[in-house]
């Protein structure tokens, strides 16, 4: 019986102290494991978020700000999912369209990011808005990628066009549309919407071509990008200037292009001053094939988009973008984001065949319609019998 208790006993000393070593090395480990997490949570909020998914398949979301421009829906959209598909067959692309509403990209981008997203793509309805939902993002350690406007927030990445050189491109085409008429001209400036820092970017490149060599007589910020204000500003030009008081006018892009074209033909003015535009639009190319739209400008959808999917890629599996970026910029929050800024392309009617049909972004057969014939006749698009 005594051999017995003594065994117990011993036993029971053993298991006591089992247990307490047990609970110093929890005790430790959790000590560890907290102040680790405490340097992360304190790093998290300096240093660019890397995906949490180095394997596998991610969940990629792509907010885009509207569906009207046709470059959206057509190119945008369609190039991006066709790189992540090729680059990640695994991959998932959640889309979707703010239908130029702030608050519901908003509401998209935190949902994504609840839903358990891995990285975002977003080109921003309004760039600043969207900062305090990029920061939570950032927060539940979610990549943002910016797409053709630069975010305001703690983003990765950012891929655009040179802003600077779009608005460049468009004074020179303006310029030497007007020839030697130029000094002394009064022209109209329709900017695009003041939420989006591209059209501010535009303008100043612009100006930059034009300041001394023409008079800016008026120049309108454009709401939403819609033609219907930019035909409506116009119409305000033409009733302040008169319908022979304007030379020219450096639209932002043609969708303003079109709004400030149906202006001028509401006018009887004829023939329309030269006009400029941005994006490549079949109907933009159509108008400057008719003669009504001088030039645009075409930013090649294809490397903008790929780039995109690549940045996303990269950052969701926690990999640098210094293999991809070309420049480093600057928002309002943060500094050195890596960046890739593209160079657009001026196209005027002497050019389409060797940019946008080279490029295959659209055939003959879709520019050249029955009703375009014979502007394509002119320019060497088709033979005599329709023929490219």
Known sequence: ????RTRS?????????????IAVAVGLMLAVSLAACGKAAQLGETMSVAGNHRHGP???????PENEIARF?????TLIQQRIKELCPRCTVNYSSA??????????????????????????VDTKAVRHSVVQAHRAHVPVIAYDRIAEGPISGYVSFDGGSVGRLQGQALLRALGPKASGSQIVMMNGSSTDPNAAWFERGARSVLRGKVKIAKSYETVGWRPENANRNMSAAIAALGPYGIDGVLAANDGLASGVITALKAARIH?????????????????????????????PFKPEAYTAAE?????????????????RVDNSTTRGIPAVLLDPVAVTVHNIRSTVIKDGLYRVDQICTRKYADDCRKAGLIGRNGAP
């Open 99 to 124: 239908q130029h509403d702030p608050a519901a990209q908003r509401f998209q981008i935190e949902a994504m990011v609840s839903n358990g997203i891995d990285v975002l793509i977003l080109d921003a």
């Open 73 to 77: 829906e057509r190119f945008d959209r």
């Open 311 to 327: 940045m996303a890629i990269a950052v969701g599996r926690g990999r640098s973008l210094d293999g991809i970026a070309t420049h």
């Open 58 to 64: 991610l969940r990629i979301g792509l907010l885009l």
């Open 271 to 299: 023939p329309i001053p030269p006009v400029t535009g941005q994006d490549a639009e079949l109907a933009g190319i159509q108008r400057i094939l008719a003669g009504e739209q001088y030039m645009t400008v075409y930013k």
């Open 1 to 4: 019986m005594i051999r017995s």
């Open 9 to 21: 006993r011993t036993r029971s000393r053993t298991r006591d102290r089992l247990r307490a070593a």
